[in-house]
DNA sequence: GATTAAACGAGACGGTACGTCATGTCTTCTA
DNA sequence: TAGAAGACATGACGTACCGTCTCGTTTAATC
C-alpha cells in the first residue's frame, strides 16, 4: 500500500523544466518571495508534479543547484604536491562558488533550509556535502602521509579549519572574499595544518594546563 | 508628518511578552513554524502592536534573543595572558551559547534570516555581532601588542580563523561542539595565531610561486 | 490573460452550504454583524472560495435570499379578473415576503446594499426586481385593457403606488403591516389606478393650474 | 456613580467640525467607507470626542443630516388651499430633498442605518421623521375639514400614498425623480385622496368579497 | 489670579475582520 | 494513466478600524 509514484514513468522534460524554473526565480526573486506555484506556471506544469517529487520547496532548490554545479562541473580538489599552492586554489574555488552570481543565492537558501529541515540536512550530507567533505579529508590525509600536515590532527578539524573561515565571513557578510582576503587567509591558515615539530610554549600550555582543563573537563 | 510611532508612549509590558512569547515559541515549534499571530495570541497582544515596533518576524526572533542573551549576561572575553586558556575559553563560551537549549533556535534562525534580509543583517552588525567582533579584535590586537600573536595578521583574519571552524561545524552539523572538539580545534587554531618567526618553507610558498600566483593574481 | 474561474469546475457544494450559512447567520446575528469569516467558517469552506465567486457580502446574502425565494416559489401575480380582490391578494402577498421571519433580514440587508453598491443593484434589477415588476406591469396593462384601471396612467407610475406605500411603512416602520393595514390601503390605492369618470376639480386643478405648471415645467 | 458627560462643557468647535468632516467625507467617500477615524482626522479631534458625545456612525451622519437640513432650513408645508398645487410643492420639495447633491448620501446613508439600529430609528422618529409627518397629517386632516380628503382614510394610509411611491422609486432606483415623473405621480395619486362620493363598482369589491376575503382573514 | 476638574488632541492598545496569498490535497479533463 | 490545470480547505499574512484607555494640554468655572 505504497502511495510513493513511480520513478521509472517521470517525465524527465517536467523534472528538468521544474529545476531550471526554480533556477530563474530564485535568481529573480530570492528565496524568501519563491513559491511553488510561481515554479508550476514557470515550468509549465502542474502544482502536483511538484509536489509529487520533492518533499518541500527546499528541495526543489536543492536539487537545482546540484543541476547548476554539475553544469559548472563541480569543484576539482588540486594536488600539485605544494600544500601551499594547492591550499589557495581549494580556496579560491570554494570562495569562487560561494559569490557565483547563479549559485550564490542557491546556496543561501540550502544553507537556510537545512538549519529547519532535518530531511534536508541529511540530504545534504549524502548528495552534496558528503563527496566533498571525503575528498578533501583524503586530500589531507594524504598531505600527512607526506608529512606536510600534522599527522596528529583529526582530518575533520582540518576541514573545519580550512571552509570554516570562508563560510564564516560569508555567512555574516563580514566582509568580501576577494583576492587580499584568500591571500591573508591561505597565509593564516597554513601554519595550522603544517606539521609542528620544535616545542611551542603556548601549545604546552593547551596540552598540559591543570587547573583550568580541570574546571573545563567537569 | 511622520508616520512611526512615538516610542515614549511604547507599553513595555507589551514588549516583554512579545518577546517572552517568541521566546517561548520558537522553542517549541521552531522558527518556520512560528507565526506573528501565535505570537500576539500567546502574549496576549494585538498584531499591530508587533507590527508597530517590529518590521519582521526575524526583528522580533532577532530581539527575543537578544534580551535572553542578557539574560545570560552575554559573551564574556577572558584574559588570563595565557593565550591557550583564554582562546579555550573563548571558544567553549562561544560553543555554549551555540548548544544552549534556550538560544540554540533563536541563533539559527537569525542566522538564517540575514541571509535574506539586507535591514537584519545591519541590525545584527550594530548590536549583536558589531560588540563582539571588536571586543575579539581588541583582544587580539592585546595579544599581537604581547606578541603572543602574529602581528602581521589582520585581526579581521583572526577573528575568523577564531570562529569560523566552530560556526561551520554549527551549521553544517557535521559534528557535535563538545570537550574532545573544543580541545583539538584550540589545539590545532592555536598555532595559526601564535608568531612565526623562523622561515617556513611551505609559507614561502604561499608568498612566491610565481606562476601560478601570476594566473590568480590577474 | 483572464483571471476569473471556470464555472464548470464549480464546487455547488460549497455553493449551497455558502448559501445556507449565510441564511442562518443573518437571521441570528443580523446583517452588520455578519462577516465572511464566519460564513465561511460555517460553511465549511475556505474564505477565498467565498471571494472567487461573489464580489461582496452583499451578493452574497442578495444570492441567499434569491434561494430562500425559490425555496418559497417567489410571487404570483392574482388574476381573477376581479381587480380590488387582485390588489388585496398582490399587496398582502408582498407584504407576507416582507414580514417573513426568514426573509425579512435578507430583504431589509440587500434594499441596505443596493443604497451603496451599484453593481449590486444593477444584479438586483435583473434577477429579482426586474421580472416582478415587468410582470406587475402587463398585469396592469390588461386591467387597462379591460378599462379596470385609468389607460392614460404609466403603468411604471401605478407600480410606484401599489407597492410604494408599503415599502415606505416597513422601511421606515412607522407601523405594522397587518391586515387592518392592508384593508385599509388597499382602499386608499383602488381609486388611483381606476379609470377616473366623472369631472374632478381637483384633478382639473393639476391638469391645468397655470402658474404652478409653467414654473414646474420650466 | 455616572460616566456620561457634561454638556455644557462641551466644545461647540468640535462638534460642528465633527459634523462638517462627516458631511465632507460622505459626500467623497460614501457611507460604506465612511470611518470614525477619517471623520477625527479630518476634524482635528480626537477619536474619543466623537465616541463621548455619539453612540455610533450612523448617528453622527444623521446629525450631520440635520445640521445640513437646518442650513437647507427643511421641508416647509405649502398650504395653498388647492390639493392639486399644494400636493405638487408637497412632492417636489421632498423629491428636490432626496436629489440634493449634499443630501442625497446622508438620506441614503440614514435610512440605511435605521434598518439595522433601533437606537437611531428611534432618533430619526423623534427628530426628523415625527415633525415632518405629523405636520403632514396636521394638512392632511385640514383638508379633509375642508372636505378636499376622504375623511374616512386614515391619515397615516394618506402619508404612505403620498411619500411612499417617491421613496419606492428613490430606494430601488428605478426611474429618475424628474419633473415629468412628479406630475405623473401627482396626477395619479390626486384621486386617491380627494373624497369619493359616488358608488364604485370595483371599491365595493373590496369591502365585499365575501369568499376571498373569508379564506384571508383566518 | 491661582486652582482644579473636565473636555480635549493625540495616539497606543487589545481586538476583529478584512481581502490576499501560498500551502498541500483533490478532482476533472486531456494527450 | 501520468500530467496540466485549477478549485478546494486551511491558515497566515499585513492592513484598516473598532472602541477603550492612557497621556499631557487647554479651557472654564470656582475659590
Redesign the pocket.
Known amino acids: 500500500m505504497s502511495n510513493s ?2 520513478p521509472t ?3 524527465n522534460a ?1 523534472r528538468q523544466a521544474i529545476l531550471d524554473a526554480a533556477a530563474e526565480l530564485i535568481a529573480e526573486v530570492g528565496f524568501r518571495r519563491l ?3 510561481a515554479i508550476a506556471v514557470r515550468a ?6 511538484i ?2 517529487w520533492w518533499p ?2 527546499g528541495a526543489v532548490v536543492f536539487d537545482a543547484l546540484l543541476a547548476l554545479q554539475h553544469d559548472a562541473d563541480g569543484l576539482r580538489i588540486p594536488e600539485s604536491g605544494d600544500l601551499g599552492v594547492d591550499l589557495r586554489l581549494l580556496l579560491r574555488e570554494t570562495a569562487a562558488g560561494l559569490v557565483d552570481p547563479h549559485l550564490e543565492e542557491p546556496y543561501r537558501a540550502v544553507l537556510t533550509e537545512i538549519q529547519h529541515d532535518p530531511v534536508l540536512v541529511e540530504e545534504l550530507r549524502e548528495r552534496l556535502l558528503g563527496p566533498l567533505l571525503s575528498a578533501t579529508r583524503d586530500w589531507i590525509r594524504r598531505a600527512q602521509d607526506r608529512c606536510q600536515i600534522n599527522a596528529a590532527t583529526d582530518p575533520a578539524v582540518v576541514v573545519d579549519v580550512l571552509y570554516g573561515p570562508l563560510f564564516y565571513r560569508w555567512l555574516l557578510r563580514t566582509g568580501p572574499l576577494d583576492e587580499d582576503y584568500l591571500q591573508a587567509l591561505t597565509a593564516a591558515v597554513l601554519p595550522v595544518i603544517t606539521a609542528s615539530s620544535g616545542p611551542n610554549p603556548l601549545r604546552a600550555s593547551v596540552e598540559g594546563s591543570p587547573p583550568v582543563v580541570a574546571g573545563i573537563e567537569d
Open positions: 509514484p513511480d514513468r517521470r517525465s517536467s513559491t511553488i506555484e509549465g506544469v502542474g502544482k502536483q508534479t509536489y509529487r518541500s520547496k
